[in-house]
């Protein structure tokens, strides 16, 4: 079975900051993806990043980057200049077969002013 | 224009009612999934149907039964409702292909049962 483990529960972080968000995962598969799903207040699930495992190059977009070692199974999204708008759950996911979506039990990040 | 859309987007019902929550997608995607999202925050996956076809069935009360009528819709009927039962309820589509496409969300439906 594919676990997706968040071992910090709540982080904060002030405005301006860099924080990082842990995430780890079990899997025997070789190509598999994996994700980064913010979660604000609304509930709207957003996508922030994503990574193929066959790609060693560790995924970017603007301030959310990630480093991904894929030998640990640990995949973990870096926030840079943190935004008061950054406050929200931040779910790890990992995906295999086209359809086996997995998620984390989500750390809850606030950025504080 | 809403990609994933679910109706309605509030719920409070009795203890013991049937209930229904629909969701469509005009992304033309061919997979469709149910999530339920508790009060821990826990996303966890029910359902998920591939071109109108049950792929995932997780271990779920069979008082939950999804109807896909069409690979655009994927409906969510619930009987017999608990208090248990209460939570967000997410409605996802995917594209086809290979692996990595992402799945999308819909906006959640907040089912309160009292």
């Known amino acids: 079975a594919q676990t997706v483990t968040q071992s910090q529960p709540e982080m904060s972080v002030q405005e301006a900051e860099t924080v990082t968000l842990s995430c780890t995962y079990d899997?025997?598969?070789?190509?598999?993806?994996l994700f980064w799903y913010k979660q604000p207040p609304s509930r709207q699930m957003i996508l922030v990043i994503r990574?193929?495992?066959?790609?060693?190059q560790n995924a970017t977009e603007n301030r959310f980057s990630v480093n991904f070692q894929k030998a640990a199974k640990s995949f973990s999204l870096k926030i840079s200049d943190s935004q008061l708008g950054d406050t929200a759950m931040y779910f790890c996911?990992?995906?295999?077969?086209?359809?086996?979506?997995?998620f984390g039990t989500g750390t809850s990040l606030t950025v504080i002013p | 224009d809403t990609a994933v859309s679910q109706t309605p987007k509030y719920l409070v019902t009795q203890m013991g009612n049937d209930k229904s929550i629909k969701c469509e997608q005009n992304?033309?995607?061919?997979?469709m999934y149910w999530y339920k999202q508790d009060s821990k925050k826990f996303l966890k996956i029910m359902f998920s149907?591939?071109?109108?076809?049950?792929?995932i069935n997780e271990t779920v009360p069979n008082r939950f039964s999804p109807k896909s009528p069409d690979k655009a819709h994927l409906n969510l009927h619930i009987n017999s409702l608990e208090l248990g039962d209460s939570a967000v309820y997410f409605c996802?589509?995917?594209?086809?292909?290979?692996?990595?496409?992402?799945?999308?969300f819909g906006e959640g439906s907040w089912l309160t049962v009292v």
């Open positions: 996911a990992f995906m295999r077969g086209g359809n086996q979506f997995y």
């Open positions: 992304l033309g995607h061919d997979t």
């Open positions: 990574q193929e495992a066959y790609k060693q």
């Open positions: 149907y591939n071109n109108k076809e049950l792929i």
């Open positions: 899997t025997s598969e070789n190509n598999y993806y």
């Open positions: 996802a589509s995917q594209p086809a292909g290979l692996g990595g496409n992402t799945i999308y």
